[in-house]
């Protein structure tokens, strides 16, 4: 691997955010829209001139209220489903009172199984803000859950040159994948722009900051996964927030693996 090239890989999924609009064959505008509601779970964005901006504003309401309080999402995925209304069945059902409150039409819009996903964005260093890329089973099947987490980052772990990146995986439902998540401490200012990677293979999924592998987890997810691009806004005294908040994203890269025994049961954007 050197810079964007990742040898053993090709290329199918290159988002530049040049044309002004979101591709809604590629990105869903909504949060987990399943636990709550399509109009809750909207996400507020800007794209055009090389940026997607994704953003929180002082007006905009808690994406689920019940069962997050005041948390506020702004946030992109390539995947949607859930079961029928009042059931247990969705992607990530981050609450045990979870719920289905809306049914959604199942899409599959970019999901691979294996490869490497690529951002290259600027954070913030707000104390009441997270950004992630992040990636989660579809859950056709409710064991096939788990997370790669490719790069977690709060406001409040941001200082001047430095930055605490959370990485790696969590097994939510699936049995076969043991927690193994880490704030890496990285010299480095979030706030300019950085490439955050990771490379998932059968054996173990590997973490990447500018090129450089700074964690690697020896087990891997053995399903199709979507894509979550998500910026938080969390509740602080009300003198002390800054609004908006934003999470700029410069380019996001999907590569398949070049062996196609690597890669089963997958399916990419249409093009």
Sequence with gaps: ??????????????????????????????????WSSRDLSAARYAVGGGELRLRVDADQPPWCPRLDGEVRVSSLQTGVRSGPLGSHLGQHRFHPDAVVT???????????????????????????????LWMIGF??????????????????????????????????????????????PLALDVTEPHDYAAEWTPERVRFFVDGEQVKAVDQSPAYPMQLMLSLYAFPGDGGDQRWPKEFVVERLRGYRPDDPAVSRDRAAPPR
Excluded: N
């Design 1 to 34: 691997m050197s810079g964007t090239t990742w040898d053993g890989y090709t290329l199918e999924l290159d988002e530049e955010f040049d044309d002004g609009d979101l591709d809604t064959t590629t990105w869903i505008p909504h949060y987990l829209p399943q």
């Design 102 to 132: 809306e049914v959604q039409e199942e899409r599959r819009l970019y999901t691979p199984h294996h490869g490497v996903v690529e951002l290259r964005a600027r954070a913030g260093a707000d104390p009441h803000a997270m950004v992630a």
């Design 139 to 184: 859950e056709d099947t409710p064991e096939r859950s788990a997370e790669i987490c490719v790069c977690e980052i709060f406001g409040h772990e941001v200082s001047p040159g430095h930055a605490l990146v959370g990485m790696g995986v969590h097994p939510f439902g699936d049995p076969r994948i043991t927690d193994d998540f880490e704030k890496v």
